[in-house]
Protein backbone atom coordinates (compact mmCIF):
# COMPACT_ATOMS: atom_id res chain seq x y z
CA UNK A 1 0.00 0.00 0.00
CA UNK A 2 0.87 3.36 -1.31
CA UNK A 3 0.27 6.59 0.72
CA UNK A 4 0.91 9.36 -1.42
CA UNK A 5 -0.24 13.33 -0.17
CA UNK A 6 -0.46 16.21 -2.19
CA UNK A 7 0.15 19.89 -1.21
CA UNK A 8 0.59 23.49 -2.60
CA UNK A 9 -2.63 23.79 -3.82
CA UNK A 10 -4.55 27.50 -3.84
CA UNK A 11 -5.93 30.63 -5.64
CA UNK A 12 -3.14 32.42 -7.86
CA UNK A 13 -3.86 35.33 -10.36
CA UNK A 14 -2.83 34.70 -14.13
CA UNK A 15 0.55 34.20 -14.91
CA UNK A 16 1.91 33.70 -10.92
CA UNK A 17 2.98 30.33 -9.92
CA UNK A 18 2.63 27.50 -7.57
CA UNK A 19 4.67 24.46 -6.27
CA UNK A 20 2.86 21.31 -5.45
CA UNK A 21 4.50 19.09 -3.34
CA UNK A 22 3.53 14.92 -2.76
CA UNK A 23 4.74 13.15 -0.39
CA UNK A 24 4.91 9.21 -0.34
CA UNK A 25 5.15 6.07 1.55
CA UNK A 26 4.87 2.74 2.23
CA UNK A 27 6.01 0.24 3.85
CA UNK A 28 7.08 -2.22 1.14
CA UNK A 29 6.72 0.89 -1.65
CA UNK A 30 10.38 1.63 -2.73
CA UNK A 31 10.05 5.48 -4.31
CA UNK A 32 13.36 5.31 -6.02
CA UNK A 33 12.31 2.73 -8.13
CA UNK A 34 8.70 3.67 -8.75
CA UNK A 35 7.94 6.16 -11.76
CA UNK A 36 6.04 9.09 -10.60
CA UNK A 37 3.27 11.49 -12.08
CA UNK A 38 0.90 14.52 -12.02
CA UNK A 39 -2.55 14.63 -13.61
CA UNK A 40 -5.28 16.94 -13.11
CA UNK A 41 -9.03 17.07 -13.29
CA UNK A 42 -11.30 20.06 -14.44
CA UNK A 43 -14.86 20.30 -13.47
CA UNK A 44 -16.98 18.12 -15.85
CA UNK A 45 -13.43 16.62 -17.10
CA UNK A 46 -11.59 13.65 -17.27
CA UNK A 47 -8.43 13.18 -15.35
CA UNK A 48 -5.70 13.78 -17.66
CA UNK A 49 -2.10 13.53 -17.94
CA UNK A 50 0.17 16.50 -16.85
CA UNK A 51 3.65 15.19 -16.56
CA UNK A 52 5.67 12.47 -15.35
CA UNK A 53 8.78 10.85 -14.01
CA UNK A 54 10.45 7.45 -14.64
CA UNK A 55 13.14 6.57 -11.29
CA UNK A 56 15.25 7.63 -13.66
CA UNK A 57 14.70 11.01 -13.19
CA UNK A 58 16.06 12.80 -15.99
CA UNK A 59 13.36 10.98 -18.16
CA UNK A 60 10.41 13.45 -17.64
CA UNK A 61 7.48 13.72 -20.04
CA UNK A 62 4.74 16.25 -19.65
CA UNK A 63 1.43 16.85 -21.83
CA UNK A 64 1.86 19.35 -24.49
CA UNK A 65 -0.46 22.03 -22.47
CA UNK A 66 2.17 22.33 -19.85
CA UNK A 67 5.25 21.70 -21.39
CA UNK A 68 7.85 24.53 -20.88
CA UNK A 69 5.62 25.93 -18.03
CA UNK A 70 5.65 23.06 -16.23
CA UNK A 71 8.43 21.46 -14.48
CA UNK A 72 8.58 17.94 -12.70
CA UNK A 73 11.61 17.05 -10.04
CA UNK A 74 11.70 14.02 -7.33
CA UNK A 75 14.02 13.47 -3.99
CA UNK A 76 14.51 10.00 -3.74
CA UNK A 77 16.21 10.95 -0.73
CA UNK A 78 13.31 12.58 0.71
CA UNK A 79 10.68 10.48 -1.05
CA UNK A 80 8.82 13.46 -2.88
CA UNK A 81 7.73 14.42 -6.18
CA UNK A 82 6.83 17.92 -6.99
CA UNK A 83 5.50 20.34 -9.86
CA UNK A 84 6.61 23.48 -10.34
CA UNK A 85 3.96 25.20 -12.23
CA UNK A 86 4.49 28.38 -14.54
CA UNK A 87 2.69 31.08 -16.35
CA UNK A 88 -0.31 29.61 -15.19
CA UNK A 89 -3.46 30.12 -16.74
CA UNK A 90 -7.51 29.79 -16.28
CA UNK A 91 -7.55 26.52 -18.10
CA UNK A 92 -4.75 24.85 -15.81
CA UNK A 93 -7.64 25.25 -12.49
CA UNK A 94 -8.36 21.64 -11.89
CA UNK A 95 -7.62 19.21 -8.65
CA UNK A 96 -4.14 18.22 -9.04
CA UNK A 97 -3.43 14.15 -8.16
CA UNK A 98 0.05 12.73 -7.27
CA UNK A 99 0.72 9.10 -8.88
CA UNK A 100 2.81 6.30 -8.27
CA UNK A 101 3.41 3.25 -10.43
CA UNK A 102 6.13 0.80 -12.07
CA UNK A 103 6.27 2.95 -14.82
CA UNK A 104 4.09 6.10 -16.48
CA UNK A 105 2.01 3.73 -18.50
CA UNK A 106 0.78 2.11 -15.18
CA UNK A 107 0.24 4.19 -12.29
CA UNK A 108 -1.50 2.25 -10.07
CA UNK A 109 -1.34 4.56 -6.72
CA UNK A 110 -3.29 7.82 -6.28
CA UNK A 111 -3.40 10.68 -3.95
CA UNK A 112 -6.30 12.47 -2.71
CA UNK A 113 -5.64 15.54 -4.82
CA UNK A 114 -5.05 19.26 -4.26
CA UNK A 115 -7.24 21.91 -6.08
CA UNK A 116 -5.07 24.66 -8.17
CA UNK A 117 -7.49 28.03 -8.93
CA UNK A 118 -6.24 30.16 -11.16
CA UNK A 119 -8.17 33.81 -11.44
CA UNK A 120 -8.30 35.36 -14.98
Known amino acids: QVQLVESGGGLVQAGGSLRLSCAASGRTF ?12 APGQEREFVAASSWISTNT ?13 RD ?27 SRYDFTDWGQGTQVTVSS
Open 30 to 41: TFSRSAMGWYRQ
Open 76 to 102: NQKNMVYLQMNRLKPEDTAVYYCAAGR
Open 61 to 73: YYSDSVKGRFTIS
